[in-house]
T-cell receptor, first 114, second 108 residues
């Protein structure tokens, strides 16, 4: 019973490049959440998606960041023109439905910007 | 939105000791979860406990929703319990709001 799968585990980019982070939810889960953890801090909500829809992106920076959860395939968090401040751990979580159910987290992607 | 506060921020124990970690939240919750982030950064789901008490081995948790707090008990601590413990709450929206965590160090 595979859990939430994130890849890559580690990603190194130079300033100005693009970063693409992938998340496959648990089987049967249609709700996906992305969180960011800056060094020595707790996790902060970025975006909540259901299949083909962004439901809440209130935690997402207005520029350079985008997320999608297509009908087929994993959810993608895309960061364009990365800067040093984007260095963080990015976690994906999934749940089967409403907020009466727990969110299950992947192992995260550690993004380092040179 | 909902606010989550954890205490203490740091805790150092000798192996075999017991401890209690506290999580206060500012509003009624639909979901409350406890996590352990190990030294490799992985986030391990410990409890889903919007109310009541649950036990899993040496760990147990209690949430008193009417008084807006949750407690995580660790008994007979082991060095492998070291890491950061996070509490996260969900109020009226779908997002989990995390506390800043309690960093636990268990010495042999």
């Amino acid at each position: 019973n595979a859990g939430v799968m994130q890849n890559p585990r580690h990603l190194v980019r130079r300033r100005g490049q693009e970063a693409r982070l992938r998340c496959s939810p648990m089987k049967g889960h249609s709700h996906v959440y992305w969180y960011r953890q800056l060094p020595e801090e707790g996790l902060k909500f970025m975006v909540y998606l259901q299949k083909e829809n962004i439901i809440d992106e209130s935690g997402m920076p207005k520029e350079r960041f985008s997320a999608e959860f297509p009908k087929e395939g994993p959810s993608i968090l895309r960061i364009q023109q990365v800067v040093r401040g984007d260095s963080a751990a990015y976690f994906c979580a999934s749940s089967p439905g409403s907020n009466l159910q727990p969110q299950h987290f992947g192992d995260g992607t550690r993004l380092s910007i040179l | 939105g909902i606010q989550v506060e954890q205490s203490p921020p740091d805790l150092i124990l000798q192996e075999g000791a017991n401890s209690t970690l506290r999580c206060n939240f500012s509003d009624s919750v639909n979901n409350l979860q406890w996590f352990h982030q190990n030294p490799w950064g992985q986030l391990i789901n410990l409890f889903y406990i919007p109310s009541g008490t649950k036990q899993n081995g040496r760990l147990s948790a209690t949430t008193v929703a009417t008084e807006r707090y949750s407690l995580l008990y660790i008994s007979s601590s082991q060095t492998t319990d070291s890491g950061v413990y996070f509490c996260a709450a969900q109020g009226g929206s779908e997002k989990l709001v995390f506390g800043k965590g309690t960093k636990l160090t268990v010495n042999p």
